[in-house]
């Protein structure tokens, strides 16, 4: 991501700010349309992007395409969007979403819903990872998008928060060059940032109770110096013992990586 993109990003945190204390997720959903919107128009992204166009123009046509469909703040702030500086037409599209996902993540911290929309989003990625019929529908190029979206409201049916399908339906709309479970993570991860926190993924061989979570959780935040929102998964494979992952370190515990270690000092 280019040096202006970043920086657009961060100034387009800083405009949001104030609106997040009124907003809801219609709010956070007008600018996911948008970005949609704007990302499948090749005419309409190179116009919002140009460096060189003046930002009434831009402004107009902002107003001209969405004036009726979405709110005033949402159509004002994505035009103080627009008179940012982005790299290119995809960047200024990748920010809007990000900012979407930022304020979906606003909004369920001031509910104290955070962690569920960490932990929902995480079990979808895993829901669909774990399921190679799913991952071909969802991927296919011939499947529309209102059917990929029907399958996703039938999976998720009402067992997720707003929120999350809020995230999830995006995702499925934004995965047209990779995979759903690669924008789910990249949600994830913008989630995760905006709580401040980084995610461990935490492998047992079995599961753990509220105490031993507790205690794995303060050693950890002792350790990094921040809470950490816990991702425990279940692999009987490691006979007993934990393995933690947070970003690309890797802290192995596990009895079956002692037993590997132990084999090839004996070989």
Sequence with gaps: M??????????GKEAIAPLLAKADLNFAAELFAIAEAIS????????LSDPSAENAAKQGALTAVFGKTASKTAVEFVTSLVALRWSTGRDLVAGIEQLAVHAVAAITAADKSLAELESQLFAVRQTIDSDQELQFAL???????????????????KKVSAATSLLVRNAVLIARRERVSVVLEQFAKQVSAFATRLVATVTVAAPLDAKQLARLGAALEKNYGQALQLNVEVDSTLIGGVRVQVADQIIDGSLSSRLNEARLQLA
């Design 40 to 47: 499948s128009s090749v005419q309409l992204r190179n116009i």
């Design 139 to 157: 991927s296919s190029k011939t499947a529309s998008e209102a059917s990929k979206l029907a399958l996703i409201d039938a999976l998720l049916s």
């Design 2 to 11: 280019a040096s202006s993109t970043r920086q657009a990003i961060a100034a």
